[in-house]
C-alpha cells in the first residue's frame, strides 16, 4: 500500500493495525505478545515518523520495523535466563566488597608494626607459600629461628588487629597455595 501524501500518516496506522497483528501473530503465536508486539511498532513508528518517506510504503515500512522489534527481542531473550521464583538471582549475589578493603588496610598497617625479620618470615612463610626450610636458607637462619620469627608474628598480628579467634575473619576465603599446605602438614 503506498500512502498518498495527502492522507494522514496516523489514519494509516489505524488502518494497517488488523494487518500488523496478523503479521505478529504469524512471527510469535502468542496472540497476547503479538499485541504487545503491534503497540511496540506502533510507537515506535509515531515516534520515529519524520524518518518515514512521504509517498513510500507504509505497510512495508511498519512490517519491517514490527519485524526487527521481533528479533531484537529474540536476540535479547535468548541472553535471558528465565528467574521466577529468584532462586537464582540469590545465588548470584556478591557480599560486599568495604569490609574486606577495609580490613586488609587494618592488615596492612599492623604488618607494618612488626619487626622487619618478623614480617619476612611471615610473608615467605604465609603469602609466598615456602616451606621453613627454604625460607630459613633464604634468611641465613635455623629452620628454629624462623618458626619462631613466624609464630611470633602471627600472634602479633592477632593482638594488634584485636582478633582473638579464626571465627573473626570474613568469608573471603581464597585458595591456599599446595606448597603452603605441605608445609603446614608437615610443620603440624
Known sequence: MVAPDDERIETLMVALTPNLRAFARSL??????????????????????????KGSNL??????????????????RKMEIEDRDGRLAERLSVQAEQPGHMDFKDFEIALA????????????????????????LMCG???????????????????????????????DTFPMPSSQMAAQKRDS
Open 59 to 76: 505497510k512495508a515500512w511498519l512490517f519491517t520495523i514490527l519485524r526487527n522489534s521481533f528479533l531484537s527481542e529474540r536476540r535479547k
Open 28 to 53: 510469535c503465536g502468542n496472540p497476547d505478545h503479538a499485541d504487545d508486539l503491534v503497540q511496540d511498532t506502533l510507537v515506535k513508528a509515531w515516534k520515529h515518523q519524520s524518518s518515514f518517506a
Open 141 to 171: 637462619c635455623a629452620v628454629g629461628t624462623m618458626k619462631s620469627r613466624v609464630n611470633r608474628a602471627r600472634n602479633k598480628l592477632a593482638d594488634v588487629m584485636g582478633i582473638a579467634a579464626t571465627s573473626e575473619f570474613g568469608s
Open 113 to 136: 608494626k612488626l619487626p622487619a625479620d618478623q614480617r619476612e618470615a611471615l610473608i615467605l612463610i604465609g603469602a609466598e607459600g615456602f616451606a621453613y626450610e627454604e625460607a630459613a
